[in-house]
């Protein structure tokens, strides 16, 4: 019985194995918006969000210009999303906040002073 379960196992991973190499989506991480997430890593738009402390983490988009956004969080997930590419969270910065993930801003062009 354990040899029947060893191998159905190593067969299983083999499978896995196949279909991640052939496809951009991976299992635990290049994940797609929408999919359950533990830390940002995961997430092809780097962004695992959670609605509230006892919610569940899903890949999100990133924030765009104006949108509230979040600072860098110690632990990998947001309450809101970093923002996009070329632009800057606008916002206090605290440890604390950090710790408590509460260093919310506003997502602002830099170029445009």
Same mark, same amino acid.
């Given at each position: 019985?354990? =040899?029947?379960?060893?191998?159905?196992?190593?067969?299983? *991973?083999?499978?896995?194995? +196949?279909?991640?190499?052939? $496809?951009?989506? #991976?299992?635990?991480?290049?994940?797609?918006?929408?999919?359950?997430?533990?830390?940002?890593?995961?997430?092809?738009?780097?962004?695992?969000?959670?609605?509230? =402390?006892?919610?569940?983490?899903?890949?999100?988009?990133? *924030?765009?210009?104006?949108? +509230?956004?979040?600072?860098? $969080?110690?632990? #990998?997930?947001?309450?809101?999303?970093?923002?996009?590419?070329?632009?800057?969270?606008?916002?206090?910065?605290?440890?604390?906040?950090?710790?408590?993930?509460?260093?919310?801003?506003?997502?602002?062009?830099?170029?445009? *002073?």
């Amino acid at each position: 019985m354990r =040899a029947l379960l060893v191998i159905a196992m190593c067969l299983m *991973a083999t499978a896995l194995a +196949t279909t991640t190499q052939t $496809s951009e989506r #991976g299992i635990f991480i290049n994940l797609n918006n929408g999919e359950l997430c533990a830390i940002s890593a995961q997430c092809k738009s780097s962004c695992c969000h959670r609605g509230s =402390a006892v919610s569940l983490a899903r890949c999100a988009p990133r *924030a765009a210009e104006s949108e +509230t956004c979040s600072k860098k $969080s110690l632990y #990998g997930t947001y309450y809101h999303c970093t923002c996009e590419d070329g632009l800057k969270c606008d916002g206090d910065w605290s440890i604390g906040g950090s710790i408590v993930n509460t260093n919310f801003g506003t997502c602002v062009d830099p170029r445009r *002073a």
